[in-house]
Nanobody, 125 residues
């Protein structure tokens, strides 16, 4: 049974930093990509960062480039998202997602089979 769990998050003032992590357990292949999505109140869920299971291809949404950094530990199934210079429009529930994508990763929700419950990130001005 595959389990995906996020940790971290919380509240921070504008310009501050937070780190969130995702641990995926029960995977039986190295070909799983891991992605972070977020959903703000009243908005669509959007992908913001992802890393391929094979190789180290990493993508960032334009709005977080230069501020967010995705890293993966040697087990490949734990990733961390370091978020710097957070702004109020970064406030959202952040979700970790896992999909069997091989050498690529995407921001398409349909490509990801396993999802975590989400963790709240709140940035105040």
């Amino acid at each position: 049974q595959v389990q995906v769990a996020e940790s971290g998050g919380g509240s921070v003032q504008s310009g501050g930093s937070l780190a969130i992590s995702c641990a995926a357990r029960g995977l039986r292949s190295d070909h799983y990509a891991i992605a972070w999505f977020r959903q703000a109140p009243g908005k669509e869920r959007e992908g913001i960062s992802c890393i391929a299971g094979v190789g180290s291809t990493t993508h960032y949404r334009d709005s977080v480039k230069g501020r967010f950094t995705l890293s993966r530990d040697n087990t490949k199934y734990t990733v961390s998202l370091q978020m710097n210079n957070l702004q109020p429009n970064d406030t959202a529930v952040y979700y970790c997602a896992v999909g069997l994508l091989g050498r690529v990763c995407t921001f398409r929700r349909a490509d990801y089979v396993y999802w975590g419950q989400g963790t709240q990130v709140t940035v105040s001005s």
